[in-house]
């Protein structure tokens, strides 16, 4: 979301989130933002004016979402977990910002069922706060907003009482397909390099105008973020996944848009979308890797890289090195171009025209890219157990699935 709001023309002053790797990460490609690793339970917004040194500075807008594990079709959907009291903790931080828009993004599953009531709680909660919710709120799909994945989330949009209401982005007409995303990418099974590190020089042609962009071979007319330092002969984060040759034989033989029976991986389209990727369990909960799609015409799982061009990140953004936090950092993200579209509704109502920066930005060390547990707690300084740590102990049933699929 904070490259999707960069891209609309907004600055971002500071970002919230409990993870020491994932605020390492943030800080990388957002090195003019304040990143505060915290948890928003411990943070008030004073804290939060006092840490980005914005003083009494009207704030345009807040935009979030809570963690969405109690709220997913997926998992357990427990209307008491205690996960979900986070949403009222956002509610509060809005309060005490008092910007003049909010937005809250979640899974589909908080408009469903008891959740609806949840959900309702929390847009009475937001009207106590001084805010006027569009309504009704909308459930969005990123693939209707040039992203080639089928992902629909729920997004609450709300303005400061007396304050103009934005309005929900309208689909585009075309969508973007699998191939057009990462069509022209090279396979990261030629290089031996990314077999211990996940960045290569190598030279390769893009001819679609989505990964062009991408690739910053192409100017975006739309897209006002700061521009980045960066060189697009250099493929990164495309660390190899070994598979079996038994695995690659089924994942050879499983056609586009089935998914094959033994690993339950879906093989992707090329001409059609991407199924929504997922993140994974958390440390928490034995760290597993959420099942990855199979590259349309290789037989293999798709690389991060990959991954992010079906989620529309741009190739200047970088992931952390490892497989495992690189997945999950897309999967628990906002597709940059969906949150565009909404944020530019919001830059709308504001009556501001965005301009494109002149500034280059020069992206953060890479050292923060490759931070364990304890390196990125002793750089933003907080407890190591912050996070509960992954558990090496794997679940036999778990294992037993994809011990030929992938390592």
């Known amino acids: 979301m904070s ?37 928003v339970i411990d943070i008030t917004g004073d804290d939060i004016r006092r840490k980005a040194n914005i003083g009494n500075a009207e704030i345009d807008v807040v935009f979030g979402g809570a963690p969405c594990q109690g709220f997913s079709l997926i998992g357990k959907r427990a209307f008491d977990d205690p996960r979900n009291q986070l949403v009222f903790h956002y509610v509060r931080i809005v309060a005490e910002l008092q910007p003049k828009y909010f937005v809250f993004e979640n899974v589909k599953g908080l408009t469903l069922g008891k959740h609806a009531e949840f959900l309702e709680e929390l847009i009475s909660a937001l009207s106590d706060a001084g805010y006027d919710v569009v309504s009704p709120y909308r459930v969005l799909n990123a693939a209707d907003f040039g992203v080639p994945q089928d992902r629909r989330r729920l997004f609450v949009v709300g303005a400061r009482r007396g304050l103009a209401q934005p309005n929900y982005p309208d689909p585009l007409r075309r969508r973007t397909t699998v191939w057009e995303a990462i069509g022209d990418l090279p396979d990261a099974d030629r290089f031996d390099e990314l077999n211990a590190a996940d960045a290569v020089r190598v030279d390769w042609t ?65 001409d059609g979308l991407c199924n929504t990727l997922r993140a994974g369990t958390d440390s928490a909960r ?3 890797t959420s099942p990855r799609p199979i590259h349309p015409f290789l037989p293999r799982v798709i690389t991060v890289r990959e991954a992010a061009r079906l989620h529309s990140y741009p190739d200047w953004f970088r992931f952390h090195a490892t497989k495992w936090h690189g997945f999950r950092q897309i999967g ?52 190591r157990d912050t996070i509960a740590q992954r558990s090496r102990r794997k679940n036999p049933n778990q294992q037993d699935l994809w011990k030929e699929a992938y390592v």
Request: aromatic share 8%; hydrophobic share 40%.
């Open 332 to 383: 628990n993200s906002v597709p940059p171009l969906l949150a565009r579209h909404i944020a530019s509704e919001i830059v709308k109502v504001l009556g501001v025209k965005p301009l494109k920066p002149k500034v280059v930005l020069q992206l953060g060390a890479l050292d923060l890219l490759t931070f364990d547990m304890g390196a990125a707690a002793q750089h933003f300084q907080v407890p």
């Open 3 to 39: 490259l999707g709001f960069e891209q609309a023309g907004f600055d971002i002053a500071a970002v919230v989130e409990i993870d020491p790797i994932h605020c390492a990460v943030h800080e990388h490609n957002f090195p003019y933002s304040k990143t505060i690793c915290a948890s």
């Open 286 to 288: 034995g760290a597993f």
């Open 206 to 270: 893009t001819e679609a105008v989505y990964a062009r962009q991408l690739r910053g071979l192409e100017p975006d007319p739309k897209n006002y973020a700061y521009s980045r330092k960066f060189d697009p002969d250099i493929l990164t984060s495309s660390l190899r996944t070994v598979h079996t040759e038994l695995s690659r034989t089924r994942f050879l033989a499983t056609e586009h848009g089935k998914t094959e029976p033994i690993s339950r991986f879906r093989k992707l389209p090329p």
